[in-house]
Nanobody, 123 residues
Framework: QAQPVESGGGSVQSGGSLRLSCVYS????????MGWFRQAPGKEREGVAA???????RYAESVKGRFTISQDIAKNTVNVQMNSLNPEDTAMYYC?????????????????WGQGTQVTVSS
């Protein structure tokens, strides 16, 4: 199956910003939800932000007010703008595509995953 591809990760100081992008090609023909997840060392993978084909968004409580997810359907991309980053945001960030219109943060509802892009936030 087509695999999402992430870019934009890097290392920033606390309080800085990063913008991550994901290219997913033709994986939204069913009106798929696209999500961003993250996994820190020793932690379980968790949902961060998601957006459906109509533009409705969902965020984890820990990132509300700091992260903004958006999409450009014509370019087959989904982005997340991450502001006010802190060391707790350090993780591998993954883009994932579901087979459902409904946006959840349940891992089993996202069959298609990118390989991840590393985000490191230092003091």
């Amino acid at each position: 199956q087509a695999q999402p591809v992430e870019s934009g990760g890097g290392s920033v100081q606390s309080g800085g910003s990063l913008r991550l992008s994901c290219v997913y090609s033709e994986m939204r023909s069913r009106g798929r939800c696209m999500g961003w997840f993250r996994q820190a060392p020793g932690k379980e993978r968790e949902g961060v932000a998601a957006i459906d084909s109509s533009g409705h968004t969902r965020y984890a409580e820990s990132v509300k007010g700091r992260f903004t997810i958006s999409q450009d359907i014509a370019k087959n991309t989904v982005n997340v703008q991450m502001n006010s980053l802190n060391p707790e945001d350090t993780a591998m960030y993954y883009c994932a595509a579901s087979n459902d219109y409904y946006c959840s943060f349940l891992l089993h509802q996202f069959p298609y995953w990118g390989q991840g892009t590393q985000v490191t936030v230092s003091s």
